[in-house]
Each structure stands twice: as C-alpha cells, then as structure tokens.
C-alpha cells in the first residue's frame, strides 16, 4: 500500500505526517532523546551482525546507536530532511547504515527480514496504530524483537500531546499516541502472541526557565508548531500559559527546568 492510499483510507492529506514533521526543527529535539536510544539497543540485547530496522529513526539516534554495536542497519522515516540528518550523523562517525524513505504503516521491506526492528519515540505517531503495529511484527522474524521507547499518558510528553487536542481536534476515530505507553494498549496492539517486557524509565529535561523551554518547544517541536500556527492570537496566548503552567506543575528545581520525561521501553518477543 502506498503512503497516499494509506492517507487516503484515513482521510487525511497525504502529506500531513511528513509536514508535520518537517515543521519546526526535530534536530533540536532529537538531540536531547539520545540516552534512551543507547538504553533501548541494551534492552533488546542487541547482538553483532543481527539484520536491523530502525522505524520513524528521525535524526538516527537508535539506528546510529546500532550501528555502533555491529548491527546490519536500515533505518526508514518519512521526512527526507531528518532521513539527510541522519545520514550526515552515520558518515561523520564512519558508520554503516542504509536510509530509505518510508511510512510506518507500509514498510518497504520484506516480511520476516529483520531479527530486532526498533522504534523510539517514533512509530507510536502513526495515524492507524493497529496497521503499523502489524507492520511491525510483519517484519520481524520469528523469534525475534521489537523494541519500542513510547511516551507514557502520565508524563510531561504524554499530557503535553493532550494539550495539544484541546487546541488543534485530532482526526476523527485517532487514538492518542500514548497509549503506545500503557501495557494494556500494547497488548490490544499486538495481541495475545507476543510476550511484552516493559519498565518505565525517565529522560531530564533541563532549561534555564520555564518559560524558555516553552518558547523553545513551540519553535521547534512539530506537533506543537503546528498546533500553534493554527490558533489566532488569544489562541496562542492559551497554548503558552497552559504549557508554562504543566512545566511548572512537573518541574523539580527552585532555579531553572530540570523535569523527568517518563517514558516505557519496552521488548516485544514474538
């Protein structure tokens, strides 16, 4: 299936996920979520020479860190400008990683050719959730893993995304995204055949202020880029406080931001 029929059975631009992505400046993000890419690769236990697939690898983070551990890579995303990114991070540590564009929800790899495919923070943005999770175990051998860091509903990321629904109406029929963070959605997403292993784990967000990582978060996250570029002024006025006020609520410092980021790893056994 193609990324335009895919959108088109939602009936959703066909762009929409790689604009939304491709707003704002990942890289910033990106950069910040490296630890738990590093952490993910030890969880699954990742061994050298084993076939790889990053999915939604963004700036590369997991498929680097792969790569790093002797890994066969391919890593697949749908923004070309992440996908250069990324390449330019591979060859500037002289490592081997094969890019390709490409949509969660149809994956332009054969069935079972993988024995660890990986996602952080990545695939549980996907608009149909139960067709990129099929996508997912569609690729994995037998035997082997799907390792996957999603954002819990609890934490900072999780209720920052709900905001985000109060301000911008999501799709008709979507799921919010965190429930990739819950054992039970991923037991409805993956079904009775699977054995999950999954722990919470917290990333530390640091900012001089709260109101500085707001400014920066509404510059350069995607999302929320777009959440704001859709809202008129008294709009974007709420947007800001609301955001200040949870960065607040959750920040654990009298002097500048150092907030947890709560987030599930998790490893999937077929």
Same mark, same amino acid.
């Given at each position: 299936?193609?990324?335009?029929? %895919?959108?088109?059975?939602?009936? &959703? ?41 990053? *999915?939604?690898?963004?700036?590369? #983070?997991?498929?680097? +860190? ?19 990114? +990324? ?19 149809? &994956? @332009? *790899?054969?069935?079972? +050719? ?18 990129? +999770?099929?996508?997912?175990?569609? *690729? ?12 819990? @509903? ?9 905001? #985000? ?20 959605? &991923? ?12 722990? %919470?784990?917290? &990333? ?46 959750? #920040?654990?410092?009298?002097? %500048? ?14």
């Amino acid at each position: 299936m193609s990324e335009r029929e %895919t959108s088109e059975r939602d009936g &959703l631009p066909a762009d929409v996920q790689q604009r939304t992505w491709a707003t704002g400046d990942y890289r910033s993000i990106g950069a910040r979520f490296l630890l738990a890419a590093e952490l993910l690769c030890e969880a699954a236990r990742l061994r050298a020479g084993e076939e790889h697939l990053d *999915v939604a690898t963004g700036t590369g #983070n997991t498929a680097l +860190a792969a790569a790093r551990r002797s890994a066969r890579v391919t890593a697949i995303d749908l923004v070309p400008e992440l996908l250069a990114h +990324a390449a330019r991070r591979a060859e500037a540590e002289g490592l081997t990683i094969g890019f390709r564009q490409g949509d969660a929800e149809a &994956l @332009p *790899v054969a069935d079972a +050719a993988y024995d660890l495919v990986t996602s952080t923070f990545g695939v549980m943005f996907a608009r149909d959730q139960e067709q990129a +999770a099929a996508e997912l175990l569609r *690729v994995t051998r037998p035997g082997g893993r799907i390792a996957l860091a999603c954002w819990t @509903p609890s934490g900072y990321m999780g209720r920052m995304l709900a905001l #985000n629904t109060k301000y911008r109406s999501p799709a008709p029929g979507t799921r919010p995204e965190s429930r990739w963070g819950t054992t039970d959605g &991923l037991r409805e997403l993956f079904g009775p055949d699977v054995a999950i292993e999954a722990g %919470t784990r917290e &990333l530390w967000w640091r900012f001089s202020s709260p109101e500085e990582h707001v400014r920066a978060w509404c510059a350069t996250y995607g999302p929320t880029v777009m959440t704001v570029e859709s809202l008129d002024a008294a709009g974007r006025e709420s947007l800001v406080a609301d955001l200040t006020e949870l960065v607040h609520e959750l #920040n654990t410092d009298e002097e %500048t931001v150092l907030m947890p980021l709560e987030y599930l790893e998790i490893v999937i056994r077929r």
